[in-house]
């Protein structure tokens, strides 16, 4: 029952700030509300990308040992109190302050202690516990979508941020509740330590180009649909499809690594972004957009379960928080390059096709990293 209730307690969390990936649907109102140009409105996701790369780097610090209590209750201030700001103040800089930095380090802390208290509860089977920990941040973003997007219409962009403030505030308040016998696991200075002497550079590497290659086509997921000649709600559903395909992806590859190895893991959703990355590519096709937008949706989803999975494989699990938090920011780096690349390639070109290309490329590249890394001690101990 005890883990029952921290798996249901990180879930929550997670749902309340992977709310960060239904932005999008605030753009347009806020645009209108604040009288600004796009791109000032679009710095307030980029603000929010880069304080979640930089909380997850700060996790040791942030999130200390002992119970996940307090980090649930930072979570939870820091992303009600964010929105809260964001409505009160109405202006960009408070928005860019509020949503952008308070609700983006709020998704650093919720991430690596809803990951480290789910694998720590479920100890028989890690993966899964690291698959539902992420897909749920995946889903916040479904679970919130339509009320972001009625909500601006019907209330207005500020009270939208207050109705969500008091609605995470109570949210964040239950999840602490079902979250606190989790213990953050104190790390082991000896295995965190020799990181860098470790194959993480080389996972760092294999991270940062599997993100480049599945970045590049979520980050334009629409506007490659629309690229075909389709209508509006056809890239909706585009849209719709590579979130969904995500989720999937994330709970999969994390029940997967349970039985598989987690480079193996990695290795297969490499192989599959590539093919299709390609494919779509050199096939260019109406129909095909989509299939190629849900299996690219997939396979980014199960990198990332498969890098936490093979960070609790290659340093022990005490050293999650410390080990992926430093691996996470090749998340970070890709967040802000990856889009700005395929933007620029299209407005080069025309087209997407230069920009799948590249993004097929980074794919095959972080196979390459990924083929040579040896697989972990304990795993030759045992195979020899």
């Given at each position: 029952?005890?883990?029952?209730?921290?798996?249901?307690?990180?879930?929550?969390?997670?749902?309340?700030?992977?709310?960060?990936?239904?932005?999008?649907?605030?753009?347009?109102?806020?645009?209108?509300?604040?009288?600004?140009?796009?791109?000032?409105?679009?710095?307030?996701?980029?603000?929010?990308?880069?304080?979640?790369?930089?909380?997850?780097?700060?996790?040791?610090?942030?999130?200390?040992?002992?119970?996940?209590?307090?980090?649930?209750?930072?979570?939870?201030?820091?992303?009600?109190?964010?929105?809260?700001l964001s409505g009160m103040t109405e202006s960009l800089w408070g928005v860019i302050l509020g949503y952008g930095v308070l609700f983006g380090f709020a998704s650093g802390i919720a991430y690596s202690a809803a990951l480290q208290s789910a694998v720590g509860a479920l100890e028989s089977r890690r993966g899964l516990a690291t698959g539902i920990a992420v897909s749920s941040y995946a889903l916040g973003a479904v679970v919130f979508a339509p009320l972001f997007?009625?909500?601006?219409?019907?209330?207005?962009?500020?009270?939208?941020?207050?109705?969500?403030?008091?609605?995470?505030?109570?949210?964040?308040?239950?999840?602490?509740?079902?979250?606190?016998?989790?213990?953050?696991?104190?790390?082991?200075?000896?295995?965190?330590?020799?990181?860098?002497?470790?194959?993480?550079?080389?996972?760092?590497?294999?991270?940062?180009?599997?993100?480049?290659?599945?970045?590049?086509?979520?980050?334009?997921?629409?506007?490659?649909?629309?690229?075909?000649?389709?209508?509006?709600?056809?890239?909706?559903?585009?849209?719709?499809?590579?979130?969904?395909?995500?989720?999937?992806?994330?709970?999969?590859?994390?029940?997967?690594?349970?039985?598989?190895?987690?480079?193996?893991?990695?290795?297969?959703?490499?192989?599959?972004?590539?093919?299709?990355?390609?494919?779509?590519?050199?096939?260019?096709?109406?129909?095909?957009?989509?299939?190629?937008?849900?299996?690219?949706?997939?396979?980014?989803?199960?990198?990332?379960?498969?890098?936490?999975?093979?960070?609790?494989?290659?340093?022990?699990?005490?050293?999650?928080?410390?080990?992926?938090?430093?691996?996470?920011?090749?998340?970070?780096?890709?967040?802000?390059?990856?889009?700005?690349?395929?933007?620029?390639?299209?407005?080069?070109?025309?087209?997407?096709?230069?920009?799948?290309?590249?993004?097929?490329?980074?794919?095959?590249?972080?196979?390459?990293?990924?083929?040579?890394?040896?697989?972990?001690?304990?795993?030759?101990?045992?195979?020899?």
């Open positions: 029952m005890t883990v029952l209730r921290i798996l249901a307690g990180a879930v929550l969390l997670n749902l309340m700030t992977g709310s960060l990936y239904a932005w999008s649907l605030f753009i347009a109102p806020a645009q209108e509300a604040l009288d600004v140009g796009r791109a000032a409105v679009s710095s307030i996701f980029a603000v929010a990308t880069v304080a979640f790369a930089a909380t997850m780097f700060l996790a040791p610090v942030l999130v200390r040992p002992g119970s996940a209590l307090k980090p649930a209750l930072a979570t939870t201030a820091l992303a009600a109190g964010g929105l809260l997007r009625i909500g601006p219409e019907r209330w207005g962009v500020w009270d939208t941020f207050l109705i969500i403030a008091a609605i995470f505030a109570a949210m964040g308040i239950v999840s602490a509740f079902l979250i606190a016998p989790a213990q953050i696991p104190r790390p082991d200075d000896q295995k965190g330590g020799a990181a860098v002497s470790g194959p993480f550079w080389r996972l760092w590497l294999c991270f940062f180009c599997g993100c480049t290659a599945g970045l590049m086509a979520l980050g334009h997921a629409a506007a490659i649909v629309n690229a075909y000649d389709l209508v509006a709600p056809a890239a909706a559903l585009g849209t719709g499809l590579i979130t969904a395909a995500n989720g999937a992806g994330r709970l999969a590859s994390g029940f997967a690594t349970d039985y598989l190895r987690p480079r193996t893991v990695l290795l297969l959703a490499k192989v599959l972004a590539a093919a299709v990355l390609g494919a779509l590519a050199i096939f260019g096709s109406a129909p095909l957009v989509y299939i190629v937008l849900a299996l690219i949706g997939f396979a980014y989803g199960s990198m990332a379960s498969g890098y936490p999975a093979a960070t609790v494989q290659y340093y022990g699990p005490a050293n999650l928080g410390r080990v992926y938090g430093r691996l996470f920011s090749a998340w970070g780096v890709a967040g802000l390059t990856a889009p700005l690349i395929a933007g620029a390639l299209f407005d080069w070109t025309g087209t997407y096709t230069l920009a799948l290309a590249v993004a097929a490329v980074a794919a095959v590249l972080g196979l390459v990293f990924l083929w040579t890394i040896p697989p972990p001690p304990e795993v030759r101990e045992d195979t020899t």
